[in-house]
Nanobody, 124 residues
Framework: QVHLVESGGGSVQAGGSLRLSCAASGDTYRRYYMGWFRQIPKKEREGVATIDSNGNTRYADSVKGRFTISQDNAKNTLYLEMNSLKPEDTAMYYC??????????????????WGQGTQVTVSS
């Protein structure tokens, strides 16, 4: 079992930056595959970026070159550095984890641990 808590969301103008954090507690000695997802009202939750225990990453096309996912294993914390933010990045951002290698890492069904979310609002 692992407990995830996101922080770092807020309101910024287009072109600005934010860094989201996801603090993990519980069975953090285990190796987890981690990801960031986002969701706007009435839309499905979508994958933003993922990272495996070896540091291999993947990104949604919409955020490539602007967002960077990283993790600090010593601090049991996952990060999402978001630069050049756009109004369409406005969403609730969620941190997710799974102990098992996901065949489809950008899908919500691959993860069984979720945080409560942190809101990101980008104004034009």
């Amino acid at each position: 079992q692992v407990h995830l808590v996101e922080s770092g969301g807020g309101s910024v103008q287009a072109g600005g930056s934010l860094r989201l954090s996801c603090a993990a507690s519980g069975d953090t000695y285990r190796r987890y595959y981690m990801g960031w997802f986002r969701q706007i009202p009435k839309k499905e939750r979508e994958g933003v970026a993922t990272i495996d225990s070896n540091g291999n990453t993947r990104y949604a096309d919409s955020v490539k070159g602007r967002f960077t996912i990283s993790q600090d294993n010593a601090k049991n914390t996952l990060y999402l550095e978001m630069n050049s933010l756009k109004p369409e990045d406005t969403a609730m951002y969620y941190c997710a984890a799974t102990r098992y290698f996901p065949f489809f890492p950008m899908t919500t069904n691959s993860y069984n641990y979720w945080g409560q979310g942190t809101q990101v609002t980008v104004s034009s």
